[in-house]
């Protein structure tokens, strides 16, 4: 991750001037009418050819919208953005374009939550705030902690898993993109946002965690624990997740609960 992160400044990059350029189409992975809709914001590792929420988001499908940005430069793209504000003020821009003035809320797994509090950030500062921010089991990085290797190695867990097919999945640019964006976040710390917030948290460790693994985020929260690891929460376990989300978002008011 070291690596990484140095040879990621030398990734073609791209400012606010120019962002629209470089602006990715959402993928939309489920569909219905109900709502708020839910926008996903991926974490940087590579997607792999799949949304990244795509078990979430079919536990949804026929219920509500999902949509899900990307990150240019991590699955499609020729360029990164410059900095999280630069990649923030994209996002928002997309989102805004897409959803219009319907209500939806914001959604981010793992390192994928520190973008989606950005993006969250973004949208209330230009008073266009989501409805809610939902964080999936996402690590505040702090100084402090960005050298613990449990917490490096976890975007390395996809690789080892595939072994020789991942080489021949990605190329340079996606694995300087992730570099660079985890770049972006060294000592970022998230503002206020005045948005409804939920930390959705894994309770089952991944093999090698240290006894104080668990995920955490400063600020007014609330907080679900799940019996799911940090990887299963949207894959095998996605359904917990979703229920946790789902009852949430009926529980503070932003949704009607069913008849």
Same mark, same amino acid.
């Given at each position: 991750?070291?690596?990484?992160?140095?040879?990621?400044?030398?990734?073609?990059?791209?400012?606010?001037?120019?962002?629209?350029?470089?602006?990715?189409?959402?993928?939309?992975?489920?569909?219905?009418?109900?709502?708020?809709?839910?926008?996903?914001?991926?974490?940087?590792?590579?997607?792999?050819?799949?949304?990244?929420?795509?078990?979430?988001?079919?536990?949804?499908?026929?219920?509500?919208?999902?949509?899900?940005?990307?990150?240019?430069? &991590?699955?499609?793209?020729?360029?990164?953005?410059?900095?999280?504000?630069?990649?923030?003020?994209?996002?928002?821009?997309?989102?805004?374009?897409? $959803?219009?003035?319907?209500?939806?809320?914001?959604?981010?797994?793992?390192?994928?939550?520190?973008?989606?509090?950005?993006?969250?950030?973004?949208?209330? &500062?230009?008073?266009?705030?989501?409805?809610? $921010?939902?964080?999936?089991?996402?690590?505040?990085?702090?100084?402090?902690?960005?050298?613990?290797?449990?917490?490096?190695?976890?975007?390395?867990?996809?690789?080892?898993?595939?072994?020789?097919?991942?080489?021949?999945?990605?190329?340079?640019?996606?694995?300087?993109?992730?570099?660079?964006?985890?770049?972006?976040?060294?000592?970022?710390?998230?503002?206020?946002?005045?948005?409804?917030?939920?930390?959705?948290?894994?309770?089952?460790?991944?093999?090698?965690?240290?006894?104080?693994?668990?995920?955490?985020?400063?600020?007014?929260?609330?907080?679900?624990?799940?019996?799911?690891?940090?990887?299963?929460? $949207?894959?095998?376990?996605?359904?917990?997740?979703?229920?946790?989300?789902?009852?949430?978002?009926?529980?503070?008011?932003?949704?009607?609960?069913?008849?």
């Amino acid at each position: 991750m070291h690596l990484l992160v140095t040879a990621s400044l030398g990734a073609p990059s791209f400012g606010s001037d120019d962002a629209d350029r470089h602006e990715l189409s959402p993928l939309r992975p489920a569909s219905g009418a109900g709502g708020p809709a839910l926008v996903c914001v991926p974490g940087f590792a590579p997607a792999m050819g799949r949304p990244w929420h795509a078990g979430l988001a079919a536990c949804f499908d026929g219920e509500r919208d999902v949509y899900e940005l990307r990150h240019p430069g &991590a699955d499609d793209g020729d360029a990164v953005a410059k900095d999280l504000c630069t990649l923030a003020g994209l996002h928002a821009a997309t989102v805004r374009r897409h $959803l219009g003035g319907r209500p939806y809320v914001v959604v981010g797994h793992s390192m994928g939550g520190t973008a989606a509090h950005a993006v969250t950030e973004r949208l209330a &500062a230009d008073g266009d705030p989501p409805a809610g $921010l939902v964080l999936v089991d996402s690590y505040h990085v702090t100084p402090g902690r960005e050298a613990e290797p449990w917490l490096l190695a976890l975007p390395a867990r996809l690789p080892l898993a595939m072994g020789e097919r991942f080489d021949e999945a990605v190329d340079d640019l996606t694995l300087l993109s992730m570099g660079a964006y985890i770049r972006m976040i060294r000592a970022w710390e998230p503002q206020p946002t005045g948005v409804p917030t939920l930390l959705v948290r894994a309770t089952r460790p991944l093999p090698g965690m240290p006894e104080r693994w668990r995920s955490a985020w400063p600020g007014p929260h609330d907080t679900v624990d799940v019996p799911d690891s940090h990887l299963s929460v $949207l894959e095998e376990d996605a359904r917990t997740t979703a229920t946790a989300v789902r009852d949430w978002i009926v529980g503070v008011g932003l949704e009607a609960p069913a008849d």
